[in-house]
């Protein structure tokens, strides 16, 4: 059957009949891009010292991506560790933590408050419009959590015009796989509205090699993946350009994996929230936004027997206000309220707790070619105290087609619930993770587009599980000392046609207590993707190369690099109707990014389009 899909991807490339298709005008490639999450606020990226990456709805569908993890894995900045469909997955954004990385929908704050980290690989990518990532220290705009970063997850908002808009695709592939999903959307006069749904289902490949010893494992299974989506927008836009919107995403199903005590979980990921803005004067526009997030999961035992629950409720409130004081300068200001919310089988101490934080920023443009961002932040945390953050970022924009950027900034990330409240383990006066950040770098856009950042990071008081050597228990303690160097380059060109894109890692994550390299991280990254299209058929290539990680913190257990190689197309019969087929780890590289958990072999996808 691989060797039929191949041969059905030369031929598409060679046989087919070109066909025409409507595209967006050349001139749009021109407008400057704007980034919301750097700022709170729209602000154009060529303004801001902080990196990022956009991913928007035509990427995601021009990369095939089936999954949230699938496109991640293609930044520059971030490494990933993740074995299959619906598995367990940590992003590491620059070196950082799995939970160093602030994850927000629509705004609205995710991810589990006894884990710290958020289920990318539940995210479906269907009800998905756009994703913003900004790498670097951003607790001065948003708190704990952003010490890698943040990646801020917008929700489909569909189409602005009159006519309904429809969509629908399916596909299936290796594993049993397939995928399905649809959405309408449109609006009627000042108001607009979107609704999709979307379904994916795997039988999935055996997760794990068997473990052997006493307390090890044998289960040569299939280890499958279930995931219904939906999402849903209503939005109305006033005379008096006031607007209230209302939002909801939810995911729902089932993920198997391989263990003694339970190797299956039922999940639900859900999003809900409104908000309401409007201009008080010319110059002041303020939001108001309330939302809550879930993250509900229930695990079994391999005789189907239920073992646990863990479910995370998380309130949000912001108020966000928007000062044009002139022309060149605008004024943040906002306050954020979180509560979080644990139920669980297992007895925690505490099972609440709430976060005030109060923020404000400048945004500048000083001598004509200079672009100063200044943010600061308080939060009052119920559990630890009080916290304050801050960054500065500078950018020049020179006449020669060459910027030069910097920035510094601090940030920090409260202890979970498990650190401070779980039994035997917990310590209630453990201090949150602390970190500092500087950060340079040059831009240009000459026969190409180039970036290079080189960025220090030092972070302290990380909680690390201590042993009594009496009873033989761990617990939680901020003796944690890390320091992380790298260099990020990005290079971009168009030429005859081909778009190409590299990207480069070097890395140098340290425990600065024994020197050791932080574990799961690799130290040498390189991806690079080619696309083109010839009429009606759009093909390209995606290849990722990755040098060899540790498994555990004493660099015993190495794990070898590895490098993988994406085929893509996709076939247009006209503006409606569309083909695409995937064949992804085209050198059938038997790889893995966690010691003994198997990753995809060589495996196809193919999919049909539509959309009116």
């Given at each position: ?94 070196g ?16 589990s ?51 309904p ?8 592939g ?12 449109g ?93 008080f ?9 309330l ?108 006449d ?70 009496v ?29 190409g ?27 690079f ?62 790889y ?21």
């Open positions: 059957m691989q060797k039929f899909i191949v041969g059905s991807l030369v031929l598409a490339g060679f046989n087919s009949p070109l066909q025409a298709r409507e595209t967006q005008a050349d001139n749009s490639l021109n407008l400057p891009e704007m980034i919301i999450t750097a700022t709170r606020t729209e602000t154009p990226k060529d303004q801001l010292a902080a990196a990022s990456t956009v991913y928007t709805r035509a990427d995601i569908e021009r990369l095939q991506s089936k999954t949230l993890p699938e496109l991640l894995r293609n930044t520059t900045g971030i490494d990933m560790a993740q074995s299959g469909y619906g598995q367990n997955t940590s992003v590491y954004m620059r950082t933590n799995s939970d160093h990385v602030l994850v927000l929908i629509d705004g609205i704050k995710v991810g408050a006894t884990a710290g980290t958020t289920p990318f690989q539940f995210i479906p990518i269907d009800q998905i419009e756009r994703v913003e990532i900004i790498k670097g220290p951003q607790s001065s705009l948003y708190g704990s959590e952003a010490i890698g970063g943040v990646i801020q997850i917008f929700t489909r908002k569909g189409s602005q015009e009159e006519k808009s429809f969509s629908v695709d399916a596909g299936g290796s594993y049993d796989t397939i995928k399905t999903s649809g959405t309408v959307s609006k009627w006069k000042n108001s607009w509205y979107s609704l999709g749904a979307s379904h994916f289902n795997s039988q999935g490949f055996n997760n794990r090699e068997p473990i052997p010893g006493r307390f090890g494992f044998d289960q040569p299974d299939k280890d499958g993946y279930r995931n219904t989506g939906l999402n849903a927008r209503l939005g109305h836009r006033f005379d008096n350009n006031a607007e209230v919107e209302a939002f909801f995403m939810r995911a729902e199903g089932k993920n198997e994996y391989d263990g003694n005590a339970q190797n299956k979980t039922k999940f639900v990921d859900q999003v809900v929230g409104t908000s309401a803005s409007m201009d004067m010319e110059d002041w526009r303020s939001t108001l936004r939302g809550q997030s879930r993250d509900d999961s229930d695990q079994f035992a391999p005789d189907g027997s239920f073992t646990s629950r863990f479910n995370t409720t998380r309130w949000n409130t912001t108020w966000l206000n928007n000062f044009t004081l002139s022309d060149n300068h605008q004024l943040i200001a906002g306050t954020d309220y979180r509560v979080d919310e644990v139920d669980s089988t297992t007895p925690y101490k505490e099972k609440s707790r709430y976060d005030v934080g109060v923020f404000t920023e400048l945004h500048s443009r000083v001598l004509d070619n200079h672009f100063v961002n200044a943010s600061l932040r308080w939060d009052e945390n119920e559990a630890f105290g009080d916290y304050v953050t801050g960054n500065f970022g500078w950018r020049y924009n020179s020669f087609g060459i910027s030069p950027f910097a920035s510094f900034g601090n940030a920090f990330k409260a202890p979970t619930f498990n650190d401070l409240y779980f039994p035997n383990y917990g310590n209630a006066n453990l201090k949150p993770e602390k970190s500092t950040s500087f950060e340079a770098g040059l831009a240009g856009d000459h026969w190409l587009q180039w970036e290079v950042r080189a960025y220090h990071t030092n972070i302290d008081n990380l909680i690390t599980p201590v042993t009594n050597p009873t033989f228990q761990f617990s939680a303690e901020n003796i944690g000392k890390a320091q992380i160097d790298g260099i990020e380059v990005e290079i971009s060109k168009q030429w005859l046609g081909w778009d894109k590299l990207g480069l890692d070097l890395l140098s994550p340290k425990n600065r207590e024994t020197n050791a390299r932080l574990p799961r991280r690799a130290e040498k990254t390189l991806t993707d080619l696309s083109k299209s010839f009429g009606a058929l759009d093909v390209g290539t995606h290849i990722l190369a990755q040098g060899d990680r540790f498994d555990d913190i004493g660099n015993k257990t190495k794990i070898a690099g590895y490098v993988t190689v994406d085929l893509r197309s996709a076939y247009h019969f006209n503006k409606n109707w569309m083909l695409s087929a995937q064949l992804n780890n085209l050198l059938d590289k038997n893995q990014t966690i010691k003994t958990y198997n990753t995809a072999d060589r495996n196809f996808f193919l999919a049909i389009h539509y959309n009116n």
